[in-house]
């Protein structure tokens, strides 16, 4: 009997869902790291009970901790983020240069072969990678020492590498995303780095078609298909064929296509979907209605789900890693909200209830199938 | 000995509860007695000092005999109330937030 683990970060603390196949009982334990910010829990998918988590304070810095049995246990690993070198500066928010300063991990992403190795994605805007299950951290600087780091500046929640996804066909290849700065690719294991932010519009900046400077807040890839990236940029979905070289919009019929997360199903590479989000300036679901849109056509047209959804004084955001799918049959579909709630579709996002509702608010939500 | 009050967080990452005693040669300054802390719980690495820096964290406080020490010098010997362990060295998260 297949069974399902979600793990949930949260401003104060960390919880993990579990249910079987069937996906309406739901045990939930927690919290995990009390009273801390976990940004981010990923599971090793080479090893399950593998898990690495981000916990942090505005108090007491950064703590990396593992578990080795699913999460009933956890020891704290290394949580020294040194960057390579002369760190050096990028932008602040008033254009002045500001210092390269390490403030926190926004996202961990255990490799896809090796359940020792895993990467982290941190702010001040940086990749490190650990071989020896967290105990170690390296930064891969190529990406950081890429020509336009001094040019890189922060987004409102700061200057955060939050996206990682490697390429499941090509081992070199990897894709990230950083805001403000927009989308890099790696193809020879994070040596080095090129931009792949061609086709981004952003009217907020400058130079709306610049190089760099763009805030992508998401990007989400189906492991079939690793040349096709869906992206929920600040304003407008993305699409693009060629691994990221060129992006096209699809954002099509959608309410507003303001948002931050973004999500391919597991079993249909051309079905996406999002959270429309009202605008930069009011992070919450247009006319208080908490609805999903999906698309089955890769982007360009999008059918709302509201099926057990609040559809009237709903006023909360889904940030960017708050939203993930299982892989059975049908797909599971995940997300967590600022309100505390994380609601669950067994059935591909046509009906949806809340697996719990009144948790604090909701940085994060990771699935693992287990078989 | 010199006797340490954590704050609670720093208590439960260590694993401890009341006041933790250290043994620090020599007079003890604020710097010897968190590399003391930093030797028995490695855990704390980072958590009271900026790894990179060695400076105290922004929203960490440091109190001695009632004092607010957290602006002294490093190297500077703490009262000799510490350091004979009448009094306790004091950590403290900063009261902010929500």
Redesign the interface.
Known sequence: MSKVRVLVGTRKGAFILSSDGKRKKWKVEGPLFSGWEVYHMKASPVDPDRIYASQCSGWFGQLIQRSSDGGKTWEPVGNTFAYDGIAGTHQWYDGTAHPWEFKRVWHLEPSLTEPEAVYAGVEDAALFRSGDGGRTWQELSGLRRHGSGPRWQPGAGGMCLHTIIPDPVNPGRIFIAISAAGAFRTDDGGATWRPINNGLRSEHIPDPTAEVGHCVHRIAMHPSRPNVLFMQKHWDIMRSDDAGDSWREVSGNLPSDFGFPIEVHSHEPDTVYVVPIKSDSEHFPPEGKLRVYRSRTGGGEWEALTKGLPQKDCYVNVLRDSMAVDSLDSCGVYFGTTGGQVYASPDSGDTWEPIVRDLPAVLSVEVQTLR | MIKVIL????K??AGVSGTVALEVAGPPTQRSVLDAIEKAYP?L????R???TGKR?A??RFFACGQDVSHEPDENPLPQAVAEGREPFMIV??I??G
């Open positions: 704050p609670f967080h720093l439960n990452l855990v690495r980072g958590t009271i900026d790894q990179g964290r929203f960490v998260g900063a902010a937030g």
